[in-house]
């Protein structure tokens, strides 16, 4: 059984950056497809990044561009998401989630693995 670990997240100022790291267990899985997740208490877990091993596909939610950068390192089967310009409104518990088949994106349904989640909190 693969296992995302995920690392980064704390508490950070407005304006200011955080960088979250998740790493399969497994360097030998096929994944094809990783991705970054958010959910604030009381609402929906939201799509906020994802991209393909391949590097040659890279999505964003309208509310991560310009602001996240997603990168990805297919040797070593992990996926970064550097946050800069935090607002309050990033803060939530975040998720990295991978798969192994060439799905759509940004659903939550189409990951078959997730990390264990990492809470971010945006506050002065």
């Given at each position: 059984?693969?296992?995302?670990?995920?690392?980064g997240g704390g508490l950070v100022q407005p304006g200011?950056?955080?960088?979250?790291?998740?790493?399969?267990?497994?360097r030998t899985w096929p994944i094809n497809l990783m991705a970054w997740f958010r959910q604030a208490p009381g609402k929906e877990r939201e799509f906020v990044s994802a991209?393909?091993?391949s590097g040659t596909q890279i999505y964003y939610a309208d509310?991560?561009?310009?602001?996240?950068?997603?990168?990805?390192d297919n040797a070593n089967k992990a996926v970064y998401l550097q946050m800069n310009s935090l607002k309050?409104?990033?803060?939530?518990v975040y998720f990295c989630a991978a798969d192994a088949l060439d799905l759509e994106a940004e659903?939550?349904?189409?990951y078959d693995y997730?990390?264990?989640?990492?809470?971010?909190?945006?506050?002065?």
């Amino acid at each position: 059984q693969v296992q995302l670990i995920q690392s980064g997240g704390g508490l950070v100022q407005p304006g200011g950056s955080l960088r979250l790291a998740c790493v399969a267990s497994d360097r030998t899985w096929p994944i094809n497809l990783m991705a970054w997740f958010r959910q604030a208490p009381g609402k929906e877990r939201e799509f906020v990044s994802a991209i393909r091993v391949s590097g040659t596909q890279i999505y964003y939610a309208d509310s991560a561009k310009g602001r996240f950068t997603i990168t990805g390192d297919n040797a070593n089967k992990a996926v970064y998401l550097q946050m800069n310009s935090l607002k309050p409104e990033d803060t939530a518990v975040y998720f990295c989630a991978a798969d192994a088949l060439d799905l759509e994106a940004e659903m939550p349904s189409n990951y078959d693995y997730w990390g264990q989640g990492t809470q971010v909190t945006v506050s002065s």
